[in-house]
């Protein structure tokens, strides 16, 4: 069974770094598909925010490409998110997930509060 | 970045009632890249519908989506219990990725 995994700190002050880990059980995440980050805001709002593809290149919302960083460790199967300059409207739950233009696998999410 | 606008934002419902969502595009979009999801409180969001029309594994036949180019419609055939979800249209045609901003669906 594939699975994913996310882990990082819940709580992260603003102007800081938000960096999160997903852990990938099952599947290689050299063999295909797009891993990606996508976050869903207090109230409902749901933004892709960019992924690492299979190959390694990586691609950004352009909403947030001067903030973003998605890079992997493939010796651990894992890929991770830096997100800079955090603020309080960076408070949200990330998901990782398994991507193609749609995403039928996803982590379980880690609900992330930027606060002081 | 292509916006999609969904509605209506929530829904109210009896049992064994027929709903329909939609999803209007600000830009043309490929059917095979248009998809829906259904998202039940403290969940992750389940994929239902992909490819415009195509159910993924394991969802029931009530479930259905239609549509083209700007104009996509998702919809509950008989709405039951374990329907109650928001459900979101998403497009994968052009970067950014981006979603509808959610419907709410809850029961009478």
Redesign the interface.
């Known amino acids: 069974e594939i699975q994913l995994q996310e882990s990082g700190p819940g709580l992260v002050k603003p102007s800081q770094s938000l960096s999160l880990t997903c852990s990938v059980t099952g599947y290689t995440i050299t063999s295909g598909y797009d891993w990606s980050w996508i976050r869903k805001f207090p109230g409902?709002?749901?933004?892709?925010m960019?992924y690492i593809s299979y190959s390694g290149s990586t691609?950004y919302?352009?909403?947030l490409k001067s903030r973003i960083s998605i890079t992997r460790d493939t010796s651990k199967n894992q890929f991770f998110l830096q997100l800079n300059s955090v603020t309080t409207e960076d408070t949200a739950t990330y998901?990782c997930a398994r991507?193609?233009?749609?995403?039928?696998l996803?982590?379980?999410?880690v609900m992330v509060t930027v606060s002081s | 970045?292509i916006v999609l606008n969904q509605s209506p934002s929530s829904i109210v419902a009896s049992q064994g009632e027929k709903v329909t969502i939609t999803c209007r595009a600000s830009s043309s979009i490929s059917s095979n890249?248009l998809?829906w999801?259904q998202q039940k409180p403290g969940a992750?969001?389940?994929?239902v519908i992909?490819?415009t029309s195509y159910r993924?594994s394991g969802i029931p036949s009530r479930f259905s989506g239609s549509g083209s180019g700007t104009s996509y419609s998702f919809t509950i055939s008989r709405v039951e219990a374990e329907d109650v979800a928001?459900y979101?249209c998403?497009q994968?045609?052009s970067?950014?990725?981006?979603?509808g901003?959610?419907t709410?669906l809850e029961l009478k």
């Open positions: 409902n709002k749901m933004e892709w960019g691609n919302n352009p909403s998901y991507a193609l233009t749609t995403v039928a996803w982590g379980q999410g | 970045a890249y998809h999801y992750f969001p389940k994929l992909y490819s993924a928001t979101y998403q994968g045609s970067n950014p990725y981006t979603f901003a959610g709410k």
